[in-house]
């Protein structure tokens, strides 16, 4: 079976990361006998530039017709005075939009040789291997009634709606179950239902869900401990699920327990099984075309894809043992190397990552 992917390395350093991580799935093509076919195409400014819309037709039928899609990353400061509508990172939320991509996974996990890049103690952190699923397109960031509105009397009300549905929150829960029962089989489920009533009724489907999952284990955390218990004991989380705002915010204090965002992918899933996956990073213009940008957040973005949208788990595993080789063997981006270590360029970072996969 040939799995088609569209390939959208967007801006600053997209294309220099997306090259790399295509040596990847070459090298997989040509000596697992992964059948792959390949098709790439411009998003966010780059689109912009070229036809006047961050995400062209042409674009979002490629990304719609593939059974995933692998981005970059969009945006760079010659964009940022554009109109919002035709603002890079537009492209971002069409192509969630578009393609139905409900459930956002974040995993952070701290490689043993990096656990003293991050701003925690090495034995707070090291070890840690927490998945954290974030419900995508529903609650605050979507519910209606919203806006700013004229009060009459010279003040102005600003709205929003944390609005969820018990089918939203069922297929979130199934997702972040389904993948505790591939882990450790913990599920931590993080709402505020002593103050919202919208997320009571997120608890209670939770608890629903759960009695299909008897070998997962279920627990709830309100949002400001889990803020808290995520820098005082991360260890004892393995996959957290939660609303929409909530995973925005604690996915990015999660991904700070790692110390460099140059490692860490993400996935977003749809109800067929297809996706996107994108590190986690922006476009960092600061380096772009300097060969000093870590391609290792897209890689393992790759495996994340292999896993979740290819059925490709035993490759997956691969792709992660080697880049973990990689580190365990001393090689550094810039971003990730210690004073005096020597500092590889993306380039060389990607071929090292494609000798150890084949090594
Ligand atoms: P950024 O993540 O691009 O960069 C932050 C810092 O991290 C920079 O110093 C950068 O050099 C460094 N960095 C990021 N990725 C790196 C990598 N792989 N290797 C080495 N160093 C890396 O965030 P920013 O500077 O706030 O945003 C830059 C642009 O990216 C903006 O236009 C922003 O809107 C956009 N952005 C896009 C996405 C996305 O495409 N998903 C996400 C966040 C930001």
């Not at 063997?329 to 990730?336: C, F, K, L, S, V």
Request: net charge negative; aromatic share 4%; hydrophobic share 45%.
């Amino acid at each position: 079976m040939t799995h088609k992917l569209a390939i959208l390395p967007g801006d600053g350093i997209g294309p220099d990361i997306v090259a790399e991580a295509r040596k990847v799935l070459d090298a997989l093509a040509a000596d697992h006998g992964l059948a792959l076919e390949l098709e790439e195409a411009p998003v966010g400014g780059a689109a912009y530039d070229d036809s006047g819309h961050p995400l062209p037709d042409a674009t979002l039928e490629l990304a719609r017709a593939a059974d995933a899609v692998l981005l970059g990353a969009v945006g760079g400061p010659q964009w940022e005075a554009l109109d919002y509508s035709v603002r890079p990172e537009r492209a971002l939320l069409g192509l969630r939009k578009e393609l139905g991509l409900f459930a956002n996974l974040r995993p952070a996990q701290v490689f043993p040789e990096l656990a003293g890049a991050s701003a925690l103690k090495p034995e707070v952190v090291s070890g840690i291997d927490i998945m954290v699923v974030r419900e995508l397109t529903g609650g605050i960031y979507f519910g209606e009634p919203r806006g700013v509105e004229e009060l009459g009397d010279g003040r102005r009300r600003g709205v929003n709606t944390l609005v969820y549905d018990s089918d939203e929150i069922e297929r979130i829960a199934q997702v972040a179950f389904d993948i505790a029962g591939k882990r450790s089989g913990r599920v931590c489920s993080v709402d505020k239902a002593n103050v919202l009533e919208s997320t009571e009724l997120w608890r209670e489907v939770m608890e629903q869900v759960s009695t299909g999952y008897p070998g997962v284990e279920l627990s709830h955390m309100y949002v400001d401990n889990a803020a808290m218990q995520l820098v005082r004991e991360p260890k004892q989380f393995d996959v957290v699920v939660t609303t929409n705002m909530f995973g925005d915010i604690l996915s990015d204090e999660a991904s700070m327990l790692t110390g460099s965002i140059g490692l860490l992918p993400s996935a977003s899933l749809n109800q067929e099984g297809g996706g996107m996956y994108e590190p986690i990073h922006g476009s960092a213009p600061d380096i772009a075309g300097t060969g000093q940008a870590n391609p290792l957040a897209t890689i393992l973005s790759v495996a994340m894809m292999l896993r979740y949208s290819l059925d490709q788990g035993e490759l997956a595993e691969r792709v992660e043992q080697a880049v973990s080789r990689v580190l365990a063997d001393g090689w550094r981006t810039a971003d990730i190397a210690g004073a005096g270590e020597r500092v590889a360029s993306t380039g060389e970072m990607g071929g090292a990552v494609v000798a150890a996969l084949r090594g």
